[in-house]
């Protein structure tokens, strides 16, 4: 398998509503990536998990909360958000440290829409 | 600081001619790895070649082709014979630091007519 699975596709939510989006991958990769890209926009680093913990979190609001249950699984709790929140959200998950194979492999993202 | 620049935001070209995307980086570390990701409409980002920065070898894989040149902090890719289904976004993109975080180019649109 080597894939990065993101469920669900597409999310249309309301201001009010909890959502929560999951990211999966059984590579074996132990760094996990949340990224958030607007319309003709790059990507934009949201939060970094290396080996289950936080490492990075780029001063994200706290309506966005990253949570990482295990190796392979990855969430993005969402809660209260704005309409300016609507975006592709993306997933990304990475080998780490090995010079001849490092990469990174993104999911194929959640189109998020806020009404 | 960490910066990539994609001065080019739109090209458009003909079906089957060449076409080269420009990047540029900056970046402090002596230890770093240079992407090119295509994004197509359907949002996924696919992965198509990397580079570290101790490797300056080019690299040919059918009809793309890249020029890593240190001296000059770039990472051009071309693509020779430019096809339809070769419209997407490109991005440049350099990975550093311990967590080893992507900074991506602004990307550039890249529109082959038939």
């Known amino acids: 398998d080597t894939e990065v699975t993101q469920t669900p596709k597409h999310l249309v939510m309301g201001m009010t509503n909890k959502k929560s989006l999951k990211c999966e991958q059984h590579?074996?990769?132990?760094?996990m990536y949340w990224y958030k890209q607007k319309a003709k926009k790059p990507p934009e680093l949201m939060f970094v998990?290396?080996?289950?913990?936080?490492?990075i979190n780029e001063s994200v609001p706290s309506r966005f909360s990253p949570e990482c249950p295990n190796s392979s699984l990855l969430n993005l709790h969402l809660h209260a958000l704005q309409p300016e929140d609507s975006a592709l959200y993306l997933c990304?998950?990475?080998?780490?440290?090995?010079?001849?194979?490092?990469?990174?492999?993104f999911g194929s993202g959640t189109r998020l829409t806020v009404v | 600081a960490q910066k990539v620049t994609q001065a080019q935001t739109e090209i458009s070209v003909v079906e089957k001619e060449d076409v080269t995307l420009d990047c540029v980086y900056e970046?402090?570390?002596?230890?770093?790895?240079l992407f090119w990701y295509k994004q197509p409409p359907s949002g996924e980002l696919v992965f198509l070649i990397r580079?570290?920065?101790?490797?300056?070898q080019n690299e040919i894989s059918g009809r793309y082709s890249w020029n890593f040149q240190k001296s000059t902090s770039s990472f051009n890719f071309t693509i020779t014979a430019s096809q339809v289904v070769d419209s997407a976004v490109y991005f440049c993109?350099?990975?550093?630091?311990?967590?080893?975080?992507?900074?991506f180019g602004s990307g550039t649109q890249l529109t082959v007519l038939p």
């Open positions: 990304a998950s990475s080998q780490g440290s090995d010079r001849a194979n490092y990469g990174y492999t």
């Open positions: 590579m074996g990769h132990r760094a």
């Open positions: 998990y290396s080996y289950e913990k936080l490492s």
């Open positions: 970046t402090r570390d002596t230890t770093y790895y």
């Open positions: 580079r570290n920065s101790f490797d300056e």
């Open positions: 993109v350099l990975s550093y630091g311990s967590a080893r975080q992507l900074t």
